[in-house]
């Protein structure tokens, strides 16, 4: 064997004994069944430690300190990243409701209509359940936002559409859960993901602290996951199906005492015939100056108002990946923490509580529990970005994962010691706002490291 024969035969030893093979097969998955409980803020379940599901979901399986979801902490956004591993730019569902920054009118400023809008939605990425259709599973999706729209032509096996008439009473929740498991028993499902609107309703409502939230709106919730372990047992899916608890953002106190002075309302700063498009919304504001009056309106908002906070997009704080989407209008406003932002302020304060803010802030965080065959036990994580949940997800199901801004590393940890390899291969930790292909990217930077030393030994 010449050196270049030896060569050749050691890459592919060594390339075949590091790179890590841990992925399950598509024979040998779980199903997987991710629930969203809409605004389920990440300490909400410490202000009850008597709730029974809570605590199996804590002590039989694996519960993060805290999920963080990416800019802004809005509903169709952060559902989108937990689907697809995406920051918002990359996936391109922007905002919790659908508007053309070329039109001068906000379409619809309704979320529910918004979930029926396909065109808001259809933006080439590749949420789980079209993953998993694409690669021959079954894929449902029960409300959840965004799985019922086509994308690039394709869809989930089947799926629900959340409206503004479907029904909040806990007796339709419990409605959810026997069609979802006959969706897995009956119909052979491997992947559905399910939502909840609760307890987001009552925090936008009464505020996080309000006392609602822990006398009756986590009692409902705890209800519903002990029906749902019931469910799962009853049916013979204890050893089969593994289950995904997570949220889509934290909530925050609006203050409803606040004076007039300290009103954001946008009118006050600016020349309305100066702009084409204005959409403030909660802690979030667009604004699409006409091109000539870009700067000026800048310099108008700049400083226009304590609370409130001006950028040009691309000087966003990088950890937004807020800037790179042609859909974000070139001025973007936030709120500080607890402050709503207005066209013009209507004289009274619609919500108690309101998210959207700044993903690094505590109330923003939401929740994140695994329980099932593949999960540690009695396992705490730290507290995580929600991109990392699809790369869990794909690699539970045995599928193989479209590029996205996630890295399975963060989560393997959660997995079974036995279902680990023993590989001391360890990721270099590449960070891309466009590709999260992180383990391919190590293994080719290990493998040209590997060929570099080959042709120095054969050129010794
Ligand atoms: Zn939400």
Redesign the pocket.
């Known amino acids: 064997m010449n050196n270049r024969d030896y060569c050749f035969t050691l890459l592919v030893g060594l390339s075949m004994a590091i790179i890590p093979t841990y992925q399950y097969s598509l024979e040998d998955h779980h199903k997987l069944l991710l629930i969203s409980f ?2 389920l803020r990440w300490d909400y379940v410490d202000r009850r430690p008597d709730l029974e599901s809570f605590n199996i979901l804590r002590e039989e399986g694996v519960k993060a300190e805290f999920l963080e979801p990416p800019f802004p902490s ?2 169709s956004p ?2 989108t990243t937990l689907a697809t591993g995406l920051y918002v730019e990359s996936h391109g569902v922007v905002h919790n409701v659908y508007y053309d920054r070329y039109s001068s009118e906000v379409v619809t400023g309704d979320f529910y209509r918004t979930l029926a809008i396909n065109e808001w939605w259809d933006n080439g990425d590749e949420p789980i359940w079209i993953t998993a259709s694409s690669q021959g599973l079954k894929s449902g999706g029960y409300l959840f936002p965004g799985s019922n729209a086509t994308i690039g032509g394709r869809t989930a096996t089947r799926s629900i559409l959340q409206t503004a008439r479907t029904s909040k009473e806990e007796s339709d929740w419990q409605e959810r859960i026997d069609d979802v498991i006959s969706w897995f028993v009956e119909d052979n499902f491997d992947f559905i993901a399910l939502y909840f609107e609760q307890p ?1 309703s009552d925090g936008h409502d009464k505020g996080p602290d309000d006392d609602i939230i822990e006398s009756t709106t986590l009692p409902l919730i705890n209800r519903t996951i002990g029906y749902l372990l019931s469910k799962v047992q009853e049916a013979g899916l204890t050893d089969e199906l593994n289950i995904i608890i997570a ?3 934290g909530m925050t106190t609006v203050d409803i005492d606040v004076s007039f002075n300290d009103v954001i309302s946008l009118v006050n700063y600016v020349n309305v015939s100066d702009i084409f498009f204005m959409f403030p919304y909660a802690a979030l504001g667009l604004v699409e100056p006409y091109p000539n009056e870009r700067e000026k309106v800048y310099n108008q908002l700049t400083g226009a108002h304590p609370r409130l906070n001006t950028f040009y997009k691309e000087d966003l704080p990088e950890y937004f990946h807020y800037s790179n989407n042609d859909r974000i209008t070139s001025i973007v406003l936030t709120a500080d923490l607890g402050y709503t932002m207005y066209r013009v302020f209507p004289g009274f304060h619609i919500n108690k509580g309101e ?1 959207g803010y700044d993903s690094k802030l505590p109330d923003m965080r939401a929740s994140f529990f695994a329980i099932g065959p593949s999960f540690k036990k009695n396992y705490i994580v730290p507290g995580f970005q929600s991109i990392h949940v699809y790369e869990l997800m794909c690699h539970l199901l045995g599928l193989t994962p479209a590029p996205n801004n996630g890295s399975l590393d963060v989560l393997y940890p959660i997995l079974r010691d036995e279902l680990l390899e023993t590989t001391s291969f360890t990721t270099t930790n590449v960070q891309s706002t466009t590709s999260g292909a992180q383990r391919p990217v190590a293994v080719v930077h290990f493998l040209s490291i590997l060929t570099l030393a080959c042709w120095l030994i054969k050129h010794n």
């Open positions: 809409d605004g809005q509903t952060s559902h987001d949220s889509d953002h998210h």
